[in-house]
């Protein structure tokens, strides 16, 4: 029996309508929402307790594997897999969860054997060290209530935190370093990455050159400091910047953020909560950062991207920020 055409493409207009309303009610489903919260420097944790993010916390829980060099980028990541088998391991035993205490127990056995070559009552020992390191620093009891993206760590060192001893910013060339071919293929790019900030591109239209110039200005800027005879070590402040950048042109702010342009507010967000939580490093070696970026300045300055006013500016809002980041750090370590 043949079918009724009408009836089929009826059938076949409900069914397009049907699909339509159905995009549309996707469509018009509202974002997600993000849950506010204060800058990881201004969390309040119980005394004793610092406030970290949770990829901070894998971290130093993991830092007795991490501490013996590895000969390959494979070993590094094996370790990292031990550390976090012995992470779920000690976060199952703390939550009771007897059946996961056991999967990650076996998981962690093996993982002991392939990466530090430890069995038998040596490699239980281990484990167990492991676990009570996790179940210090990190109690269940005084943990933030779920979800969170933070957790508190206990706090087992104090520590001196003296300002910068500006006496190590000298150079031995005082004249001006004229920009050469990588310095303006450099510059070229981050003007070109401001142009794109400005007109309001899409993300994907310019990660890969914020990639680039995230590498190159390392390159650059410790080159510049040699150049310039700087007398202390390059390599303490060559990396710096690159998470600076980072933070101007591949994180969302509500404004547009140039690196030669950046309102207070988002100065203040960097140090008050960005750069604490995304890099891991001794309470000293934070100092680094405000001096680190005032050099860079000065090479961007230099280097023909920045003008004298400019610089600045950007000069007075660094040094009105390093007294109040001194201050986190030693609210946060001391």
Same mark, same amino acid.
């Given at each position: 029996?043949?079918?009724?055409?009408?009836?089929?493409?009826?059938?076949?207009?409900?069914?397009?309508?049907?699909?339509?309303?159905?995009?549309?009610? $996707?469509?018009?489903?509202?974002?997600?929402?993000?849950?506010?919260?204060?800058?990881?420097?201004?969390?309040?944790?119980?005394?004793?307790?610092?406030?970290?993010?949770?990829?901070?916390?894998?971290?130093?829980?993991?830092?007795?594997?991490?501490?013996?060099?590895?000969?390959?980028? #494979?070993?590094?990541? $094996?370790?990292?897999?031990?550390?976090?088998?012995?992470?779920?391991?000690?976060?199952?035993?703390?939550?009771?969860?007897?059946?996961?205490?056991?999967?990650?127990?076996? $998981?962690?056995?093996?993982?002991?054997?392939?990466?530090?070559?430890?069995?038998?009552?040596?490699?239980?020992?281990?484990?167990?060290?492991?676990?009570?390191?996790? &179940?210090?620093?990190?109690?269940?009891?005084?943990?933030?209530?779920?979800?969170?993206?933070?957790?508190?760590?206990?706090?087992?060192?104090?520590?001196?935190?003296?300002?910068?001893?500006?006496? $190590?910013?000298?150079?031995?060339? #005082?004249?001006?370093?004229?920009?050469?071919?990588?310095?303006?293929?450099?510059?070229?790019?981050?003007?070109?990455?401001?142009?794109?900030?400005?007109?309001?591109?899409?993300?994907?239209?310019?990660?890969?050159?914020?990639?680039?110039?995230? #590498?190159?200005?390392?390159?650059?800027?410790?080159?510049?400091?040699?150049?310039?005879?700087?007398?202390?070590?390059?390599?303490?402040?060559?990396?710096?910047?690159?998470?600076?950048?980072?933070?101007?042109?591949?994180?969302?702010? #509500?404004?547009?953020?140039?690196?030669?342009?950046?309102?207070?507010?988002?100065?203040?967000?960097?140090?008050?909560?960005?750069?604490?939580?995304? &890099?891991?490093?001794?309470?000293?070696?934070?100092?680094?950062?405000?001096?680190?970026?005032?050099?860079?300045?000065?090479?961007?300055?230099?280097?023909?991207?920045?003008?004298?006013?400019?610089?600045?500016?950007?000069?007075?809002?660094?040094?009105?920020?390093?007294?109040?980041?001194?201050?986190?750090?030693?609210?946060?370590?001391?």
């Amino acid at each position: 029996m043949k079918k009724n055409k009408k009836e089929i493409v009826k059938r076949q207009a409900k069914i397009k309508e049907k699909a339509r309303k159905k995009r549309q009610i $996707r469509l018009v489903k509202p974002p997600p929402r993000f849950m506010e919260r204060p800058p990881i420097s201004q969390m309040e944790a119980p005394k004793g307790f610092i406030a970290i993010s949770s990829s901070q916390a894998l971290m130093e829980y993991a830092k007795p594997l991490m501490e013996i060099n590895a000969e390959s980028l #494979d070993e590094l990541n $094996r370790r990292m897999e031990l550390a976090s088998s012995l992470w779920n391991l000690a976060i199952s035993r703390q939550k009771n969860e007897r059946q996961e205490y056991s999967r990650w127990m076996e $998981r962690a056995k093996a993982s002991a054997k392939k990466v530090l070559n430890l069995a038998g009552a040596e490699r239980d020992r281990y484990i167990a060290e492991m676990i009570e390191r996790q &179940v210090h620093l990190f109690p269940e009891e005084v943990q933030p209530a779920p979800p969170s993206m933070f957790m508190y760590m206990r706090k087992d060192v104090s520590y001196l935190i003296p300002p910068f001893d500006y006496g $190590r910013i000298r150079f031995r060339v #005082d004249m001006t370093i004229p920009p050469d071919e990588e310095d303006f293929r450099l510059i070229g790019k981050i003007e070109a990455l401001d142009d794109h900030i400005r007109r309001g591109s899409d993300y994907d239209a310019y990660e890969e050159l914020a990639l680039s110039i995230e #590498d190159e200005s390392k390159t650059c800027f410790k080159k510049w400091l040699t150049a310039k005879g700087f007398e202390d070590d390059p390599e303490q402040y060559a990396h710096c910047p690159e998470i600076y950048l980072t933070f101007l042109y591949r994180y969302v702010h #509500d404004d547009p953020v140039l690196l030669k342009s950046v309102p207070g507010q988002y100065l203040i967000e960097f140090f008050e909560d960005f750069l604490l939580r995304k &890099v891991i490093c001794k309470p000293s070696e934070y100092l680094y950062w405000p001096p680190s970026l005032k050099l860079f300045y000065r090479f961007s300055h230099e280097k023909g991207y920045l003008s004298s006013n400019e610089t600045a500016v950007l000069f007075g809002s660094l040094d009105a920020m390093e007294s109040h980041f001194l201050d986190i750090l030693r609210k946060r370590y001391q």
